[in-house]
């Protein structure tokens, strides 16, 4: 009876504890309603907006990517208006813009490649393709000036030197086949046709020697001489053409020679605002400044003694007077067995001995009795002497 007792107790507190959980109406669980709260806040605040965002997006992008696959071009600038070519994340629609119309450049589908080029660019779209397409389509249609044009458009709106230096091979290639053609006797490119091509390019890049030197050829072959010699002297030095700009200057001083003789170009060195040339008594060669006021080409002292030791000198013939910065001065003279400069040699030259201070740059000064028995020109851009024989 007892042990059935404690039984029924023990029974009844096991029932108490366990039984079921029942929250009462109108309570919240706290920890549970947090829980709930704070990923609905998330989901609603920074969840689903921003996915419904990037997928608008990416639905545009496709569908822009879909419509230029089909040359859909008004309905792909409408949508344009909506996206921001210049923002990394729709790149993939520039890229596609950029080989659609390189595709069409290479099917020759030039009536899409217009349409396309045309559209943008009366949208305002300044992108260096779209204006290296339209000079393509000028070239193709025969239409040069348009096509440089184009061009320089394009180099201007360039990005990086790679492109620019690309552009500029396609300007030069122009003007090289524009030429060739010219040189081929192609009816259909007549030299004042090419001059003004030639021209306008020099208009826009007049540091380019190839223009110059191309100029300069079409004006030599209308017979205008001078015009070829002033085109060629404005000419910047450039070591790749030096030689070519140095034989066609020969060429045209010979022309206007009406003795015919030939003219021969001395190279000099520039140091400073001073030019220099290597000239020869003998066998032994002088470094001699250029100056067109002095009468009379004049050495050191140390190099007449030097000369003179050598047997390279004639006796002294006597003293002359010469102006100097300080008045007039009485010097030395001495007579050259051979003077000589390129293949220009002189007997019995005169030179004068004069003091040059501390100049161990130079050994002496090539004056005007030198000069003066050639027709001469300094041209200073391409560090050239030219001399014609009188």
């Known amino acids: 009876m007892f042990r059935s007792a404690v039984l029924l107790i023990v029974g009844i507190c096991l029932g108490w504890v366990l039984r079921p959980y029942a929250m009462p109406v109108g309570e919240v669980d706290s920890g549970r309603a947090n829980s709930h709260e704070a990923l609905t806040v998330e989901s609603e605040l920074g969840g689903q907006p921003q996915l419904k965002e990037e997928s608008k997006a990416l639905l545009e992008r496709d569908g822009v990517l879909a419509l230029i696959e089909q040359q859909e071009v008004e ?32 099917q020759q589908n030039w009536r899409q490649l217009q349409a396309w080029t045309t559209a943008m660019l009366a949208e305002g779209y300044n992108f260096s393709v779209l204006y290296l397409m339209d000079a393509k389509i000028a070239l193709h249609q025969g239409e040069l000036l348009m096509a440089l044009d184009g ?45 003004d091509v030639l021209q306008y390019v020099m208009e826009k890049q007049p540091e380019n020697p190839l223009f110059g030197l191309e100029i300069s050829i079409l004006y030599a072959d209308g017979g205008d001489y001078p015009s070829a010699i002033d085109t060629i002297n404005i000419i910047p030095y450039s070591e790749k053409y030096q030689d070519t700009i140095v034989a066609l200057k020969t060429r045209y001083l010979s022309a206007m020679s009406s003795l015919q003789q030939a003219t021969v170009a001395i190279p000099l060195e520039k140091v400073g605002q001073h030019f220099y040339v290597t000239a020869f008594v003998d066998q032994r060669s002088l470094n001699l400044l250029i100056d067109t006021g002095a009468t009379t080409t004049a050495l050191g002292r140390e190099v007449i003694s030097s000369l003179y030791s050598g047997g390279f000198l004639g006796g002294d ?4 007077s010469i102006g100097t910065a300080n008045g007039i001065a009485e ?55 030219f001399l014609t024989p009188k």
């Open 75 to 106: 309905q792909v600038l409408a949508n344009l208006q909506h996206i921001d070519l210049d923002k990394q994340r729709n790149r993939s629609v520039y890229v596609a813009l950029h080989n659609n119309l390189y595709r069409l450049l290479e």
């Open 151 to 195: 061009l320089f458009a394009a180099q201007h709106y360039a990005e990086g030197n790679e492109e620019v230096a690309n552009i500029q091979t396609e300007i030069e290639n122009v003007v090289v086949d524009l030429m060739n053609r010219y040189r081929e006797g192609n009816t259909r490119v007549s030299r004042q046709s090419a001059l």
């Open 331 to 385: 010097v030395n003279s001495y007579q050259a067995n051979v003077f000589s400069i390129g293949s220009f040699a002189v007997e019995d030259f005169q030179l004068l001995e004069v003091e040059l201070g501390d100049s161990g740059e130079f050994d002496g000064l090539l004056g005007m009795n030198f000069l003066s028995l050639f027709e001469f020109e300094l041209d200073q851009s391409n560090r050239q002497l």
């Open 317 to 320: 013939v006597g003293a002359v």
